[in-house]
């Protein structure tokens, strides 16, 4: 089982960010109602940038302070650093990392974009600068809206919820397209076990 760590809705905070620590991916779910989408998507990567730029920073310092210090290691920090204080996150960026370091920013990202219901069927167009800083972060993008999520949810019938979804250009619902979007991130594949009266994956 994945475990997330959900860092949107109000919980950029310091117990929010030493449980990222401690997960497989993370989740920035950002509202995009009242609030700017970019300037949520700032202040939350910017935190988490912070956090691991002052790890990062102590462990120089104390690496500084041995005599003997491994000479890789003090590259990949210092790798590290200019990654991160030019903004940017770590993961992926650095294949020769130390075991040991728990970077936040070297967790896999997604972004999980709560828009109006108006909104929805354009939300690339509508977002554009926000969908634009997920990519320059290396973060893929997933628009949804929170209350239609909820309907589709209460629907029993597949018949009405494929044309509740069709009413607003939707193929499936969003936490399908999350579900794919994290497989695709992750590199997960779904293996399959068939039995007489089910089948389980």
Same mark, same amino acid.
């Given at each position: ?19 990222? +620590?401690?997960?497989?991916?993370? $989740?920035? @779910? =950002? /509202? ?10 700032? #202040? @939350? ?11 990062? #920073?102590?462990?120089? +310092? &104390?690496? /500084?302070? +041995?005599?003997?210090?491994? #000479? !890789? ?11 991160? #204080? ?26 999980? $974009? ?20 997920? /990519? ?5 993008? @997933? ?10 949810? &209460?629907?029993?019938?597949? +018949?009405?919820? *494929? ?10 619902? !969003? ?10 991130? =992750? !590199?997960?594949?779904?293996?399959? *076990?068939?039995?007489?009266?089910? @089948?389980?994956?």
């Amino acid at each position: 089982m994945l475990d997330f760590a959900d860092l949107g809705g109000g919980r950029r905070d310091s117990d929010a960010a030493q449980q990222a +620590k401690n997960v497989d991916a993370l $989740l920035l @779910v =950002l /509202g995009a109602f009242a609030k700017n989408a970019l300037s949520d998507l700032d #202040e @939350v990567s910017s935190e988490l940038i912070l956090s691991d730029l002052e790890q990062v #920073e102590r462990a120089l +310092k &104390r690496i /500084g302070g +041995k005599r003997f210090s491994s #000479e !890789g290691e003090v590259t990949a920090l210092r790798q590290a650093k200019s990654l991160l #204080e030019d903004g940017q996150f770590i993961a992926g960026s650095i294949p020769a990392l130390p075991t040991g370091y728990n970077f936040i920013t070297d967790k896999p990202a997604i972004v999980a $974009l709560n828009v109006p219901e108006d909104k929805l069927s354009d939300c690339r167009d509508a977002y554009a600068l926000a969908m634009q800083r997920c /990519g320059t972060l290396g973060m893929p993008s @997933v628009c949804f809206s929170a209350h239609i999520e909820m309907d589709i949810a &209460r629907m029993e019938l597949k +018949k009405e919820r *494929t044309q509740f979804m069709h009413e607003y250009g939707l193929n499936q619902p !969003g936490i399908d397209r999350l579900a794919r979007t994290t497989y695709s991130k =992750l !590199g997960l594949i779904s293996f399959f *076990t068939v039995g007489q009266d089910e @089948v389980r994956a």
